[in-house]
């Protein structure tokens, strides 16, 4: 194995760590694990918050539909985060990772206007999830676990 190998495999697993615990931390902060809202660095803090937040988001759909699509994405975060750190199915959980993210900035570019994906880096953290699924299964950590 070259130096380049070993780069792209170490990259490729902090992608995923990355990538994972971010999902795993603002499905924590939706439960309040971090706090409750108004601490530092505490987004919503309750589901209450993340479903108010998920209609700010998603205006354009009705009221009635938005406590589904904000559990939907949470258990999304959930099983994609998961599924990254198992190390099975690299590819296609980081595809969907970058599918999720991706209708995460397009909804927020549409309510709250493009900057706010930029602070948040919702492009990076996308094409981060791509970029590891474009990668071959050489050059990650499981490669023998490749789907």
């Given at each position: 194995?070259n130096?380049?190998?070993?780069?792209?495999?170490?990259?490729?697993m902090i992608?995923r760590?990355?990538?994972a615990?971010?999902f795993?931390?603002?499905?924590?902060d939706?439960?309040?694990?971090?706090?409750?809202?108004?601490?530092?660095n505490?987004?919503?803090?309750?589901f209450e918050?993340?479903?108010e937040?998920t209609?700010?988001?998603?205006p354009f759909l009705?009221?009635?539909?938005?406590?589904?699509?904000?559990?939907a994405?949470?258990i999304?975060?959930?099983?994609l985060?998961i599924?990254?750190?198992?190390?099975f199915?690299?590819r296609?959980?980081a595809?969907?990772?970058g599918?999720?993210?991706?209708s995460?900035g397009?909804?927020?570019?549409f309510?709250?206007?493009?900057?706010?994906?930029?602070?948040?880096?919702?492009?990076?953290a996308a094409?981060s999830?791509?970029?590891l699924?474009?990668?071959?299964p050489?050059q990650t950590i499981k490669s023998?676990?490749?789907?």
């Amino acid at each position: 194995m070259n130096n380049s190998t070993t780069l792209r495999r170490i990259a490729a697993m902090i992608l995923r760590v990355a990538l994972a615990l971010s999902f795993l931390s603002a499905v924590a902060d939706r439960f309040g694990l971090w706090g409750p809202p108004g601490t530092p660095n505490v987004a919503w803090g309750t589901f209450e918050s993340f479903i108010e937040y998920t209609g700010l988001i998603l205006p354009f759909l009705p009221a009635s539909t938005i406590s589904f699509f904000g559990w939907a994405s949470t258990i999304s975060e959930f099983v994609l985060a998961i599924g990254l750190l198992s190390g099975f199915y690299i590819r296609g959980f980081a595809f969907a990772s970058g599918l999720l993210l991706l209708s995460f900035g397009l909804s927020m570019a549409f309510a709250f206007g493009l900057e706010s994906t930029f602070t948040y880096s919702v492009w990076t953290a996308a094409a981060s999830a791509f970029l590891l699924a474009s990668l071959q299964p050489e050059q990650t950590i499981k490669s023998d676990n490749q789907g």
